[in-house]
């Protein structure tokens, strides 16, 4: 006899998807502002452009992080899933 899974939702699994959507959101956000920065003229030194390089090179990682953490939740949906009836 299977157990009949809780009707309640994981919290742990809703917490993970916020994540994913704060990281797919922040990674475009970040890789949006950089861009446009370094079109300005407040890039006046090297630490500067340094930092702006980084952000404009870890921005797509953030994001495809947060891709991979919303497939991970769907994963965890779709294992659990079973047809009702």
Known sequence: ??????????????ALGLVAVFLVAGGIGLFVASGGAFNSRDVRSQGDYMSLDALIHAAPFVALLGIATALGVLFVFAAKWRKRG
């Open 1 to 14: 006899a299977d157990p009949q899974p809780s009707a309640s939702l994981n919290p742990y699994l809703l």
